[in-house]
Structures are given as C-alpha cells and as structure tokens.
C-alpha cells in the first residue's frame, strides 16, 4: 500500500529462458523440410560410401583387394593405368581414359590349364552396377557394343589383358573359363573416366549446409551478416 491509499502490484518480471534451436525447429514448420532432406542425403551416402561390393556376383572387395569369382572361377583382379597412376591398384571405378592394363592371378590351379576368354563391352544392359550374365545374354549379339576383345587360351599363372579406353563411360568386363565341356562367366561392371573422390565431395558439402542452417534457425548467421555490413560501411 503506497501513499495516499494508492495501491501498486508488483508482478515478476519476465524470465529470459535459452532458445533450444531443436525446440525452435518444430515452431518453424517451413524449415523441417530442410532439416529432413540434407539428413537423407547424408544417410544416404554414408550407406553407399559404407558399401563394399557390388551384389552382382563378379568382383568382389575384400580388405581392399578385388576377386573375381564364378564358380571355380576365382582369381585376384586389379587394374593398373601405368601412364597415369603408375602402379596404383583399381578395382571398378578407374579415374582416366587411356592405357589400362587389367590382371588376374588364379587361385585355383584348374584356371591354369583352363582356355580363358576376356570380353569388354559398353554396359547398355540398363541395370548399370547390378548387371549380370543373364543381363549380357539378354543382349543377343554382341559385336556392337564390343570394344575389347580376347579369345579363350590357356594362359599359365597369370592372365593379363592391355586395352586402351578412347573415352569414358561405363562398361562390363565379361571372364569366361572353359574346361572341356564345363564353362564358367563372371560379370564385374567398372566405370572410366570418374574421379577419385567417390561421394566425399557431397558429403562434405551436406555438412556444410547442415551447419548453414543451424547458424540462420540461431540467427547467428543474421547478426554476423549485419556486423559485416556495419564494418564494411565504416571501412567505405
């Protein structure tokens, strides 16, 4: 009770509480979709940099090394382009066009007596790295989309096949072992011409529009764009 019979309430002044950016989100409905999308992205290609083979049956990766397997058909794959890598090891994304040298080392005796065949083609299958034998055979002739060529011989030890690609794009490589009367293919499908990067680049990039949207929901990024125009006008 003040002077003069003047009453006065005094009421509690506002408490400040910390903004939680989480909470804040789900009041900013036209932001989730952001939020939702660069995380995917980032599920996404976290899956696909995880992933250690193709299912296809041909080349496989195995603590970084590459066999190609088909029945008893098993050997050690690699590829080598020498006039631009020198002796680095590929499996099935190589990085240029040109030169390229591909190597298999059994590891069954039987493929040293066995007539080895090796057969390059353009991958217009449509299943691109999930291709098959039966997606080769659906193809019918093949001549057309042939580009490289070895006939079966029996090659002791090691085969070794030189191929120069003229462009990039993406192909099959078609193994075929023949004993007698028994045949076996193997299917790996391999790309030229990418870069050696893989997926990281957009990875990279994900996180950083992952950490441009948490700066703009805080209003960080707003207060030090205006610093920034303040110090630049003083500097004008």
Not at 24 to 38: E, K
Not at 55 to 67: M, R, S, T, Y
Not at 73 to 81: A, E, N, T
Not at 143 to 157: G, I, K, S, W
Request: aromatic share 12%; with cysteine.
């Amino acid at each position: 009770m003040g002077a003069g019979g003047a009453c006065r309430w005094w009421l509690p002044r506002a408490v400040a509480r910390p903004v939680n950016p989480v909470l804040s989100l789900s009041q900013r409905p036209g932001r989730r979709w952001l939020i939702v999308l660069i995380a995917g992205l980032l599920v996404g290609l976290s899956w696909v940099a995880a992933t250690p083979a193709y299912g296809h049956g041909g080349v496989v990766l195995d603590d970084d090394l590459c066999f190609i397997r088909s029945g008893y058909l098993i050997g050690h794959f690699k590829v080598h382009q020498p006039r631009t890598s020198g002796h680095v090891e590929y499996c099935e994304v190589l990085p240029d066009p040109g030169e390229t040298l591909f190597v298999m080392e059994y590891l069954h005796s039987r493929l040293s007596s066995a007539q080895i065949g090796f057969r390059i083609i353009r991958n217009v299958t449509g299943q691109a790295e999930y291709a098959n034998y039966a997606d080769v055979e659906a193809l019918g002739d093949l001549t057309d989309v042939t580009v490289f060529y070895h006939a079966p011989q029996a090659v002791p030890d090691v085969f070794a096949a030189l191929h120069t690609f003229d462009e990039a794009g993406d192909y099959l490589g078609i193994v075929t072992a023949s004993e007698g009367d028994e045949s076996h293919n193997a299917v790996f499908p391999f790309q030229v011409g990418y870069d050696r990067y893989g997926y990281w680049p957009l990875m990279v990039v994900a996180v950083l529009l992952v950490q441009l949207n948490y700066l703009w929901m805080t209003g960080r990024l707003t207060r030090f764009t205006r610093r920034w125009t303040a110090v630049k006008g003083d500097v004008d």
